[in-house]
């Protein structure tokens, strides 16, 4: 069975453009979040999408969106790049939403590692 | 504001003995508590989980304690395996924001042989 897929694994950017991180979660998981991970830190919640509508966001600027296909695969726009956005974006597919029970956890993809120059 | 902290950057323990990361948190709305392994180029993987009405938990080589009281939790490893090296990263879910996971700094645990 394949994991969460996340494309592309580097990128590099450099300040006031944008990047489109795709998002591919496990097969019959419906729910998708985005977390961004700088260097020396821990994760940091972005968004969480669930049945395609925004049920989660962190707290990041409006220069960050995301969406939600019918597939359940997801995309992160980040417009406007700044140098403080470099870092590992990870994606995360869950079953369902909300409270984690024995069975419900959250799965990881590797990450895009987004360098701005 | 780090309502999560995993205030030793690193550890090293020797093959077979015990590792004991420790977790510490602020925000008393916290009530679901997580461990993550994460080995570099890969997301991270969970691990283990706490409900904050137990103290306890344990999965074969891996328990995690927590204590309320005193808002701390540690995860223990024994006994401490070579593969076991890895960054940990400590993470708690808040009662009423069920969605947003927040992580800790994470700690470097090497075990050596």
């Known amino acids: 069975d394949a994991g969460v897929t996340q494309s592309p694994t580097h990128l590099i950017k450099t300040r006031g453009q944008h990047v489109t991180l795709r998002c591919s979660p496990i097969s019959g998981h419906k729910s998708v979040s985005w977390y961004q991970q700088v260097l020396g830190q821990g994760p940091q919640f972005i968004f969480q999408?669930?049945?395609?509508?925004?049920?989660g966001r962190g707290n990041f600027p409006d220069r960050f969106s995301a969406r939600q296909f019918p597939n359940y695969s997801s995309e992160l726009n980040v417009n406007a790049l700044l140098l403080g956005d470099s870092a590992l974006y990870l994606c995360?597919?869950?079953?369902?939403?909300?409270?984690?029970?024995?069975?419900?956890?959250?799965?990881f993809g590797s990450g895009t590692q987004l360098s701005v120059l | 504001d780090q309502q999560v902290k995993q205030n030793s950057p690193s550890l090293s323990v020797q093959e077979g003995r015990i590792s004991i990361l420790n977790c510490d948190y602020t925000?008393?709305?916290?009530?679901?508590f997580l461990w993550y392994k994460k080995y570099p180029a890969e997301g991270p993987t969970f691990l283990i989980s706490?409900?904050?009405?137990?103290d306890k938990n344990e999965d074969g080589r891996f328990t995690v304690f927590l204590n309320k009281s005193a808002k701390h939790l540690s995860l223990h490893i024994v006994p401490s395996q070579p593969g076991d090296s890895a960054v940990y990263f400590c993470a708690a879910f808040p009662r009423l924001d069920g969605n947003k996971l927040v992580f800790g700094a994470g700690t470097i645990l090497r075990v050596k042989s």
């Open positions: 999408y669930y049945e395609k509508e925004e049920r």
């Open positions: 995360a597919s869950s079953l369902a939403l909300g409270r984690w029970g024995s069975n419900e956890k959250l799965f």
């Open positions: 706490i409900s904050s009405i137990k």
């Open positions: 925000n008393s709305m916290f009530d679901y």
